[in-house]
């Protein structure tokens, strides 16, 4: 019988607090074992100890064992409920954690303020993103995940309760304490992030906390040194403060944080703080808004609240107004010891306390504290600091960044064959992150000056200027104006140059602006980290679509939900492995391999690069420019690409004169080159040239014939130490080929014997015919017609023949220590013989680039022709030439493209798409795109240095094995 009674009494209490509290959200899925656990603890308890638990300590991990001794005093002596974590480290914490935590007699509650991440308080944590920053975003689905990974943390580090979000609408500018907390000014915006927020968070098991109630986002005056007074009127307050509470408490909120403040329209009495209000705590949140769960106080130590009352009577006042947990006490014995009195003189009614005391205990009971583990350090960091994380906030930034003015479409930047770039830096903080960011889709200079008549005399050489104002991305309280300097500067560059603003800092700096006339595209990137850095300038070049909204109104010009969108121009972007398919460990192989072969010295240094679905995940350097290793491979440094200049630089011409007409796959050489008519190669058509399948030899050593038949040494017959009319093709440094040598060439190729059998045999034979064919068509030179046609457009501003004229030795890699031909160290000009006589440009070799810029092409080529908002080559044109013709005649290759091989070996790792293309160059380049998985690979290195003997690459499969690693790492 007394079994039924038990039983039905639970059935009875279950279905009461179901019904009446609409789904509690204290409430675990076992309400039965809950309620027994909560009534067991509770009545176990003195009532010393039951007071104890309203209070929650401030606990620091980076203080002295006087602190530790302190807080372990009050967990023994007054039996408090919970520990608010502050600063310190997550290690150090984490053992506090299980230390305090053995001490005490009922699991303690622990929470923390981390409204960004664990950051806000710890060191070698996580910082997502600002509040005011994911207010830009418009995909709510992101907000919750941060929420999700920010629970994550929090619960990893034994957090129960996180101090967020901050639902607080930031209508004042001038706020010193929310702003960058705050989600932004619209209620509607501000409610959406919270609920999504809270969601992600409370479904990774922490609970949530909204603040500072009843709105702290209007105030000049920080509630830690002071009261601020909100001047709303009740209506106002009830319809835009108090909105996103409503709709957070219908979706399960678990906690919410009262703020001290003065509210007149609330509180009557003159300079009584909120949180110490009983019509505001209890009256409008508790029985208005119908809210069940933990009420907070602010701390009480603050000035806002603790000018009011001496210790303890603070306290007490602020138990009797409503609030549940008292938050950081100036004085915990007194409080508890106020507390206690107060109850025995029936000024606290046993219900009272029993109703908080036992919430407090749901919680408890709700995240677990009623089956407590101590906290594991083994891989703590390492939890805390995960690619997830890392993804995540790439993907907030991206959806982030806001253009708020695009005047003319300046936004995003094309053609850049006009553009010259300048940027200007101001701010106190760093921007070399956005300027290198930059420097990956155009030609960017930096630009420098004391004095304002100096920068403007600086800038009459640019046509475009981009000024990024960076501030300080250390907290969220930094300051963000603009100086009286930099407005000055910023309005006369505008007045006479194509203006571009990017705002690293929180958008009210652009209060600022007097006017915005001059200035033709602002973009609003929030905060100053590297990834936001990297993400704008990407977004500038419409790498990225821009599709973010303001979240607040800033000044005369732009107002709440502003903000220009568009798409992508399909130019590569950069980012993490993950965001593609692809593993960043798995990946770690390809770091393995490289370094392999520049230890084993196969090659002084290599740059590698990796995108996939047209974003480029892995760009490392490796080793250096020689084995003397005095300069280590940068990522502007510029290789000898080899016969890679095949397909960047011929290849794609040609590709656009047979879509012109000019030539088709089947033209014949003696239609295209007249002294062919009576050549043995007169039928020779370019298909069969391009696949080399036209018994055309694969090499002729033209340099042999201008050498001392005695000394091998050059031929005072072909060449001098200096320039002249008649020897003016430069070879090397001091050595100067006769001006007409470059027509012998042509007539060896012409009257040359062709090879007895048909056969595929690789030649660059028709790279020298077809360059010579290409120039008589433009009448123009072979170097000056690639930069006109692709490189500049492309934005290919590393990509060049003779790169000495464009780039410092410093940043060009040297390819061979000479001594047949040139008997020097070949540095700044090409390494292949054939192309150095034709004064450093041939159609098969001469192109100097980074691995950068040649993903830019066979990005290209792989987007079917089109590439930065601009079609270069049509889709059918691509598809023509990326066809092998003969292989049914055991011919792999394409028209100027390599194709994978027919049988077991060949110029790939054999696991790749009959789809997928490229080339390989001499020098031990390699560059291949496969459309089926949307990959591109470059491997730039320089294996000729310094000797070009062995080929190591080539014979233990470098490249290849590197293929293999990629594609190995994919993951989807």
């Not at 409008?284 to 009011?308: H, P, R, W």
């Not at 061979?816 to 440009?841: F, K, L, P, S, T």
């Not at 027919?902 to 031990?924: A, I, N, R, V, Y």
Request: aromatic share 10%; net charge neutral; proline share 4%.
């Amino acid at each position: 019988m007394r079994y039924i009674l038990s039983l039905i009494t639970i059935i009875i209490f279950s279905n009461t607090v179901v019904s009446q509290d609409n789904n509690h959200p204290l409430l675990a899925k076992d309400i039965q074992a809950q309620k027994k656990w909560v009534d067991s603890l509770y009545n176990g308890m003195s009532l010393k100890e039951k007071v104890g638990q309203l209070f929650m300590v401030r606990a620091f991990s980076n203080q002295s064992q006087d602190h530790v001794n302190a807080i372990a005093k009050l967990i023994n002596e007054n039996h408090i409920g919970g520990l608010i974590f502050s600063t310190g480290g997550p290690v150090r914490q984490a053992k506090l954690n299980n230390l305090y935590q053995a001490i005490s007699k009922t699991p303690l509650l622990i929470g923390m303020d981390a409204e960004w991440g664990l950051s806000m308080r710890l060191d070698s944590t996580y910082a997502f993103p600002w509040n005011m920053t994911l207010g830009a975003v418009r995909d709510n689905a992101l907000i919750e995940r941060t929420g999700y990974h920010i629970g994550e943390h929090c619960k990893r580090i034994g957090v129960h309760f996180n101090f967020a979000p901050v639902v607080d609408i930031n209508t004042n500018p001038k706020n010193p304490i929310i702003g960058n907390r705050s989600f932004g000014e619209d209620r509607n915006n501000v409610t959406e992030k919270a609920l999504a927020f809270m969601k992600g968070m409370q479904d990774a098991g922490v609970l949530a906390n909204a603040k500072h109630f009843p709105g702290h986002g209007d105030t000049e005056s920080d509630s830690h040194k002071t009261l601020p007074t909100i001047r709303f009127d009740e209506k106002r307050i009830d319809s835009v403060e108090l909105y996103p509470y409503r709709k957070l408490i219908e979706k399960g909120l678990s906690s919410v944080m009262v703020a001290h403040l003065n509210v007149p329209s609330l509180e009557p009495r003159n300079g009584f703080p909120s949180s110490l209000s009983e019509h505001i705590v209890t009256d409008i949140l508790k029985d208005s808004l119908g809210f069940k769960g933990l009420i907070f106080t602010d701390a009480l130590e603050m000035k806002g609240v603790s000018n009011y009352s001496v210790p303890g009577e603070i306290d007490l006042a602020a138990f009797k107004a409503g609030n549940d947990v008292l938050l950081i006490s100036e004085d915990v014995p007194k409080a508890i010891e106020k507390i206690i009195e107060a109850y025995n003189k029936k000024e606290i009614s046993e219900e009272r306390l029993a109703h908080s005391v036992k919430k407090i205990l749901m919680a408890k009971y709700k995240v677990g504290l009623q089956y407590y583990i101590p906290i594991g350090t083994a891989t703590l960091y390492e939890d805390l600091n995960r690619i997830e994380d890392d993804l995540l906030y790439e993907e907030l930034l991206e959806n982030a960044i806001t253009v708020v003015r695009n005047k003319s479409e300046v936004l995003p930047l094309r053609n850049l064959q006009t553009k010259k770039i300048a940027y200007v830096q101001f701010g106190d903080d760093d921007g070399t992150t956005f300027y290198n960011e930059l420097k990956k889709y155009s030609k960017v200079h930096r630009i420098e000056a004391e004095k304002l008549d100096e920068m403007i005399t600086k800038l009459q050489n640019y046509n475009t200027v981009i000024i990024g104002l960076h501030r300080s991305n250390k907290h969220a309280w930094e300051k963000f104006e603009f100086t009286d300097k930099e407005l000055v500067w910023l309005y006369e560059i505008a007045r006479t140059n194509t203006v571009i603003l990017d705002v690293f800092t929180r958008p009210y700096a652009l209060i600022d602006l007097k006017t915005v006339e001059n200035i033709d595209g602002i973009v609003m990137s929030y905060q100053n980290s590297e990834i936001a850095q990297q993400k704008s300038a990407q977004a500038i070049f419409g790498a990225i679509p821009v599709k973010a909204k303001l979240p607040v109104s800033t000044g005369d010009y732009f107002k709440v939900n502003d903000g220009i969108t568009y798409n992508s121009l399909n130019s590569l972007s950069y980012g993490l492995p993950e965001r593609v398919g692809m593993s960043s460990e798995l990946l770690k192989r390809v770091d393995s391999i490289a370094n392999y072969a520049v230890d084993n010295e196969m090659t002084p240094g290599i740059q590698l690069l990796i995108a996939r679905r047209g974003k480029v995940i892995y760009n490392k350097n490796f080793g250096h420019h020689t084995y003397s290793k005095e300069q280590a491979v940068k990522f502007d440094d510029v290789y000898d690409v080899a016969s890679l200049t095949k397909i960047l630089a011929t290849l794609p011409l040609i590709m656009e004169l047979e879509e012109k007409g000019a030539v088709t796959l089947d033209t014949k050489l003696s239609k295209m080159l007249p002294e062919y008519t009576s050549s043995n190669k007169k039928n020779v058509t370019i298909k069969q040239m391009l696949s080399h399948y036209a018994r055309l030899k694969p090499w002729i050593p033209f340099y042999a014939a201008t050498l001392d038949s005695v000394t091998k040494k050059p031929d005072l017959k072909y060449y001098r130490k200096e320039a002249s009319s008649k020897f003016n093709i430069k070879v090397a440094e001091n050595l100067y080929l006769r001006q007409d040598y470059p027509d012998s060439i042509q007539k060896i190729i012409k009257d040359s014997d062709l090879l007895s059998s048909l056969r595929y045999r690789y030649s660059d034979m028709p790279y020298y015919i077809l360059k010579k064919y290409i120039e008589k068509y433009y009448n123009k030179g072979l170097d000056e017609l690639v930069q006109d046609h692709f490189y500049q457009s492309l934005g290919a501003n590393y990509t060049t023949y003779n790169p000495s004229v464009k780039f410092s030795d410093l940043n060009i890699i040297p390819t061979e220590v000479d001594d047949y031909y040139r008997y020097q160290e070949v540095h700044g000009y090409v390494h292949d013989m054939g192309a150095a006589m034709q004064n450093g440009v041939g159609g098969h070799a001469g192109i100097f680039s980074n691995a950068n810029d040649v993903a830019k092409i066979m990005q290209m080529y792989l987007q079917k022709g089109y590439y930065g908002g601009k079609r270069y080559i049509n889709t059918e044109t691509l598809d023509k030439f990326n066809t092998c013709y003969y292989c049914n005649d055991d011919n792999r290759r394409g028209i100027g493209f390599d194709k994978p091989q027919l049988g077991e070996e060949g110029p790939t790792c054999g696991c790749l798409s009959m789809t997928s293309f490229g080339h390989s160059g001499f020098t031990g380049t390699y560059a291949w795109a496969d459309p089926e998985e949307e990959i591109v690979y470059i491997f730039l290195a320089n294996r000729t240095y310094p000797k070009a003997g062995k080929n190591l690459l080539l014979r233990e499969n470098i490249r290849t094995n590197i293929q293999e690693a990629i594609y190995e790492a994919i993951i989807d």
